[in-house]
């Protein structure tokens, strides 16, 4: 997870790209205070008086260490998770910018799970006004259909065995302005493990070193211009429309990982149609040179 963050962070330096994120990123590694001002996590004992997330140094069989040692929030530290229960911890997330343009909202962890398979699992649900609506980001689909969050390494299974540390990662793009995020709210995010009658003496749900953080996408400071793309997200072929006719045009889709996916040249033109070409459903950076010179860079969506 830590050098897929470096990866990310260098690649935008190098490219100038027209993202902003809030510093630092606020980092739970249950071993520091916490890295930024106005997040929060609590263990719900309202609804559960015994709730069985603790955070420190577990002791278990097949969840015994933390991903960055010694601590780690899981349930129970020392013993299997108990049957017939439901216990939540929430994060609570204030952005640091509007997502009504173009902006996006990230929440990455390590996590281990041990539990009997779907008899008992974990989930991640996602409330983007303080409680008042929850979104379980595992079983939606009307919220997914519209491109509201996505899942760029795939949707994770939280039940079973993971068979040590894995990663999820969730983006929050919201761009059709459902959620209408703005600077200052409040945004939750849910984690919940659930148990039925059958005791299975497994460890359950560990997770270690969450991350949060937001991204708002700025305007390059030069004499050009990229003045529309559309439709973004799309899923057959995208226009790029210019503020003037160029002799030469150099675009360039790029993954989340800085590996170039796509090329292509053109000239006198003042706007392109970029066809998808088969690079698969998710979140890229189109980046845009204009007469040798870069331009900027463009969080596309493709459906």
């Known amino acids: 997870m830590k050098k897929t963050i470096l990866l990310l962070l260098t690649f935008l330096m190098m490219i100038k790209i027209g993202y902003s994120q809030k510093a630092p990123i606020c980092f739970y590694n249950f071993e ?18 015994n709730n069985v997330w603790q955070i420190g140094q577990p002791f278990k069989t097949t969840l015994g260490t933390a ?12 013993t ?22 173009m902006g996006a909202m990230w929440i990455k962890a390590k996590y281990q799970i041990n539990s009997d398979t779907l008899s008992d699992y974990g989930t991640i649900e996602f409330s983007p006004n303080n409680g008042g609506l929850w979104i379980n980001l595992l079983t939606d689909t009307l919220y997914a259909q519209q491109n509201l969050y996505n899942w760029p390494w795939g949707k994770p299974i939280f039940s079973g065995n993971s068979s040590g540390w894995q990663s999820f990662e969730i983006w929050i793009t919201d761009n059709y302005h459902v959620f209408n995020i703005q600077y200052g709210d409040t945004v939750l995010w849910r984690f919940t493990f659930i148990s039925d009658s ?20 700025g305007i390059a400071e030069n004499p050009y211009q990229i003045i529309n793309i559309s439709p973004n997200p799309f899923s057959t072929s995208i226009q790029i429309s210019f503020d003037k006719t160029y002799q030469s045009l150099d675009l360039s889709i790029l993954d989340l990982q800085s590996k170039i996916i796509q090329q292509k040249s ?5 706007k392109i149609t970029l066809d998808r070409a088969g690079i698969a459903t998710g979140f890229y950076f ?4 204009l007469d040798g010179k870069f331009v900027e860079t463009k969080k596309i969506v493709i459906d």
Request: some cysteine; overall charge negative; glycine content about 2%.
């Open 32 to 49: 520091n205070p916490l890295s930024c001002f106005g997040d929060t996590l609590w263990i719900d004992t309202i609804t559960n008086h």
């Open 67 to 78: 991903y960055s040692m010694p601590n780690a929030i899981v349930t129970k530290l020392n």
């Open 80 to 101: 299997f998770y108990p049957t017939n229960d439901t216990s939540t911890f929430i994060l609570a997330h204030s952005p640091d910018w509007t997502l009504v343009n």
């Open 198 to 217: 059958n005791q299975t003496n497994k460890d359950g749900w560990m997770l270690d070193d969450i991350m949060v953080n937001d991204w708002y996408e």
């Open 266 to 270: 053109y000239h006198d033109r003042n």
């Open 286 to 289: 189109l980046r845009v040179s």
